[in-house]
């Protein structure tokens, strides 16, 4: 930078005066949006922001959606980018090539493509569902009289991990399903037993 300027301190209330974009804490935290770029998150965050000039303007399809009009001229001046990138970071949100959080619609010739802002708020990422342990229930053998099933998680490692004092993350202990001989003898004592 080549300008330095000198700027003013906020006092007591002061910044509650001014408007904000706000961008989800989610995109920065939730490991499904971990590969979005900065530039695509504010993107988003700025997309958020104009979907409620959509609503003011009534701005929704046949099916009750709320889309809004955001030309790549507009992404370029908000972001202060060329063209190469606000595409790019457009593309990140995209449906079709990136992650989907906005889904595009050509309306024909000449006119401007309409684009769908989705919810960034679902129930679980295609990510999580795969990290997710499984949970199966069995038969605690231990005891006859007590017959409860208990969970137990399965776990998804690699045998040939090696595991140390410095891994970075604590795992499940490893609990295996055995198959017992059920019996109802007490009396372990085999050499007793032999001398009957």
Request: proline share 2%.
């Amino acid at each position: 930078m080549d300008k330095k300027m000198n700027f003013k301190y906020f006092y007591g209330t002061e910044a509650d005066q001014f408007s904000f974009y706000r961008i989800p804490k989610a995109l920065f935290t939730n490991d499904c949006f971990k590969d979005l770029s900065s530039d695509a998150k504010i993107l988003y965050g700025l997309m958020l922001d104009r979907m409620s000039l959509s609503i003011k303007n009534q701005w929704f399809d046949e099916e009750n959606r709320a889309y809004i009009y955001f030309s790549i001229e507009d992404i370029m001046e908000l972001l202060n980018c060329g063209r190469n990138k606000a595409v790019k970071s457009l593309q990140e949100l995209d449906d079709e090539k990136g992650i989907g959080l906005i889904e595009k619609r050509r309306q024909g010739f000449g006119k401007v493509t309409i684009i769908y802002v989705k919810s960034f708020i679902q129930e679980e990422c295609e990510e999580q569902k795969k990290e997710k342990p499984k949970m199966v229930k069995f038969t605690n053998q231990t005891s006859v009289e007590e017959e409860e099933p208990e969970e137990v998680y399965i776990s998804n490692f690699k045998k040939s991990q090696k595991q140390t004092s410095r891994s970075p993350e604590n795992k499940l202990q490893e609990v295996y399903i055995s198959n017992s001989n059920n019996t109802n003898i007490n009396n372990t004592n085999l050499s007793e037993n032999k001398s009957n």
